[in-house]
C-alpha cells in the first residue's frame, strides 16, 4: 500500500478510516480538485455504497466504484472524471506462488486409479498408485519432479524420510506398492487390497477422499 505524504491531513484520515471498515478490501483511492474522495473496491459489495455514505462529511463526500468501472475510466483520459485526481493510496497485489503441477498430476493419476478400480479393471492400477502417492511427496517437499519407481527406495530414504516427510510405517507401506507396481500379473484381491492400505497415506498427504485433490 502507497501512502500520500499527507498522512495527517483529513483525506490521510479519511483513507485509513474506509480501508479499516471495507477490510482492506480497497485497490485505490484518490482525491479531487473539488474536495471529492473516490475508492476503487474490489471484489464490490452491496453494503459499500453505505458505508461510504456514512464516512461522508460535507466538506469530503466519498464515492465507491468497483474495479471494471475504474479501468473504464482511466480509458477516457483526461475526460474522465477522476482525471485531475490525486492518489492517497494504492494496494499492490501480491504475487502468488505458481501451483506444483505434481499436485495435479498426482491427482489425476490417483483418480484414474479409482476409476479402473471401480470398473473392476486391476491392470496399471498398482503403478498408477504408486505413482501418484511419489508425485504428492515430491510436490509437497518442493520438487517439480518425481523420482523412477526404481529408484523410489533410495529417494524415500536419502531425500524424506530424514526430513520426517514420512513415519516409518508410512515409508514402508509405500514402498510395498512400489514393489507391487513392478511386479506383473498381481493378483485382483492383493491390488484391492493395497488399494484400500493407500487410501490412508493419501489422504495424510492432503489428497480427498476416493478421488484425487
Excluded at 501418484?132 to 519407481?149: N, V
Excluded at 513392478?182 to 497415506?201: F, I, K, M, W
Aim: charged fraction near 15%; aromatic fraction near 4%; include cysteine.
Amino acid at each position: 500500500m502507497q501512502v500520500s505524504p499527507h498522512d495527517g491531513s483529513h483525506d490521510g484520515f479519511q483513507s485509513n478510516l474506509l480501508f479499516t471498515r471495507l477490510k482492506s478490501r480497497p485497490l485505490h483511492s484518490s482525491t479531487n480538485a473539488s474536495g471529492g474522495f473516490l475508492v476503487v473496491i474490489d471484489p464490490w459489495q452491496e453494503n459499500d455504497e453505505q458505508t461510504a455514505l456514512g464516512l461522508s462529511a460535507d466538506d469530503l463526500p466519498v464515492a465507491v466504484i468497483d474495479g471494471r468501472s475504474w479501468r473504464s475510466l482511466q480509458r477516457l483520459g483526461s475526460a474522465s472524471p477522476p482525471a485531475d485526481s490525486r492518489s492517497v493510496f494504492e494496494t499492490v497485489a501480491p504475487e502468488l506462488p505458481e501451483a506444483n503441477p505434481l499436485h495435479e498430476l498426482a491427482a489425476q493419476k490417483w483418480h484414474s486409479a479409482q476409476v479402473l478400480l471401480a470398473q473392476q479393471c486391476t491392470v496399471g492400477v498398482m503403478d498408477l498408485l504408486a505413482s501418484a502417492l511419489l508425485s504428492k511427496l515430491a510436490a509437497l517437499h518442493g520438487q517439480l519432479q518425481a523420482p523412477a519407481i526404481t529408484e523410489a527406495a533410495i529417494w524415500l530414504y536419502t531425500e524424506i524420510v530424514p526430513r520426517g516427510g514420512l513415519s516409518s510405517e508410512q515409508t514402508a507401506q509405500l514402498l510395498q506398492l512400489v514393489v507391487l507396481s513392478l511386479g506383473s500379473n498381481v493378483p485382483e484381491t492383493l491390488t484391492r487390497q493395497a488399494a484400500d492400505a493407500a487410501e490412508p497415506l493419501w489422504q495424510a498427504l492432503g489428497g480427498s477422499p476416493g478421488i484425487g485433490a
